[in-house]
């Protein structure tokens, strides 16, 4: 690295928060896509705004790319360092500012983990509604920019829903705040919520202050086996007719569930698909709503309906959901490559089934799991990414599947956000005036494109 470069920076920051040696940032130069590397000429760990503030300005003075990151959890090449550049590790930043219960609001900074944040909000009767799957890992910085969603979303909206107010350093090293801690704002064009999403393309999110809500004093968890993932995916729309919005509906299909059941040594039905479905709310509510998910199941063509009733059976109904993830790799021997659409919900049976006719066709496994109450569907690829042929087969899977999306009046992203791995598709998604408006607004907040550069197409 430029010596000037490493000295300035080692000014800002102290001399043991500047990464320079190749065994220290190996781990900056992929993310949780797995495909996508980079190396960054640096990395650097601020521990305030001040700081960051700095270290953007010199960056922006000598035209060096910089990359913000939290814990990588992300699956589209959003933090890798494409370009090089400056990795900006916010996870040093992890204060838990406020936690106001009588506003119903609470303001951290970026590098506070998740669930952290969730297990002292839980000592208030508090909770924030959004729950992305990495929760252990994840960082509020990272969620926000990447507008992240989880298996609560249906009721309770994406990240984008609950941000009230950002204090943000742009390209420049300008620091700004946007929004307020007030529920209503309408002071003026919405950054806060373009900021949100933006996956560190216009400036760097330092700390945020979020709207919370009470957790909720029951909830309730029923599971339905059923004999094709098509009915799974049609109950899902019965539910809403029936006047009903769960909390959660969560959907695995077979591979999941035979994957689960080999990995646990577990016996489980021999179905197409599992459909999970929760409701939450004042006891009262959630028992009467629970007997008329139950109905709707069994009158969709569920085998199996079964409703938790105890700590165990609570969790019990959620281990296929929960050990998904880990088992697939385990028993397939291959790589899980997570790929993240989301279509109207009365698509769902049509999705499903061509999502698996299009991998069969490239001979690539899939299994799919999808936060079925708002349409989001996750197609898991098995891929041995050391084989050359067959990872192309896969992108090939992949973009077909992508553009048959569209075509329905999907979305190539519900959650995961775009990075590197959709950049491409997204004008098709979007169309090209659009993608130039986009690249406008990226030019007035990043003039000399240091901010992330090449991410969303950008």
């Known amino acids: 690295m430029n010596l000037k470069v490493a000295q300035t920076l080692r000014k800002i920051v102290g001399e043991d928060n500047v990464l320079e040696l190749l065994e220290d940032i190996l781990p900056y130069t992929l993310d949780a896509s797995i495909i996508y590397r980079g190396v960054p000429t640096c990395v650097v760990r601020p521990h305030s705004t001040e700081e960051i503030s700095e270290i953007v300005k010199f960056a922006n003075e000598q035209r060096i790319p910089v990359i913000p990151r939290g814990a990588g959890t992300n699956f589209v090449g959003a933090v890798v360092p494409s370009n090089g550049g400056i990795v900006i590790d916010l996870t040093g930043m992890n204060r838990i500012i406020e936690i106001n219960p009588a506003n119903l609001t609470c303001t951290v900074e970026a590098g506070v983990v998740h669930a952290k944040l969730e297990s002292e909000l839980a000592k208030y009767g508090l909770y924030w509604p959004p729950d992305p799957g990495s929760s252990d890992a994840c960082t509020m910085g990272g969620v926000i920019a990447m507008n992240a969603g989880g298996m609560r979303a249906l009721k309770y909206g994406t990240t984008r829903d609950w941000v009230l107010s950002l204090k943000v350093v742009l390209p420049n090293g300008e620091v700004i705040k946007t929004g307020s801690k007030t529920f209503k704002g309408n002071a003026g064009y ?269």
Not at 307 to 312: P, Q, S, V
Not at 440 to 450: G, H, Q, S, T
């Open 190 to 458: 919405d950054l806060t919520r373009l900021f949100v999403g933006s996956e560190g393309t216009l400036g760097i999110i330092t700390e945020a202050t979020l709207k919370l809500r009470p957790i909720p004093e029951a909830e309730n968890r029923i599971s339905a086996y059923f004999d094709s993932i098509e009915k799974a995916g049609a109950a899902v729309s019965k539910i809403y007719m029936a006047g009903i919005v769960p909390a959660a509906m969560e959907l695995m299909d077979r591979g999941i569930i035979t994957a689960v059941s080999k990995w646990l040594g577990k016996k489980f039905p021999d179905m197409d698909a599992y459909l999970i479905v929760s409701v939450d709310g004042l006891r009262s509510e959630v028992e009467t709503l629970s007997n008329k998910v139950e109905q709707v199941l069994k009158e969709s063509g569920a085998s199996q309906v079964l409703r938790a009733t105890t700590k165990e059976e609570f969790d019990e109904i959620w281990l296929i959901r929960s050990e998904g993830a880990t088992a697939l790799p385990n028993i397939t021997g291959k790589m899980n490559v997570t790929h993240d659409v989301c279509v109207p919900i009365n698509k769902l049976p049509e999705a499903f089934k061509t999502i698996r006719e299009i991998c069969n066709k490239y001979g690539i496994p899939v299994a799919i799991v999808s936060h079925a109450g708002d349409g989001n569907v996750h197609a898991i690829f098995s891929v041995n990414l050391q084989d050359p042929e067959e990872s192309a087969r896969a992108k090939k899977a992949h973009d077909e599947m992508c553009r048959y999306i569209i075509k329905i009046g999907g979305t190539i992203s519900g959650e995961h956000g775009i990075g590197i791995d959709k950049a491409e598709l997204l004008v098709e998604e979007v169309g090209p005036v659009v993608m130039e408006l986009m690249r406008a607004i990226k030019r007035v907040f990043d003039p000399n494109n240091i901010m992330n550069p090449g991410k969303m197409g950008l």
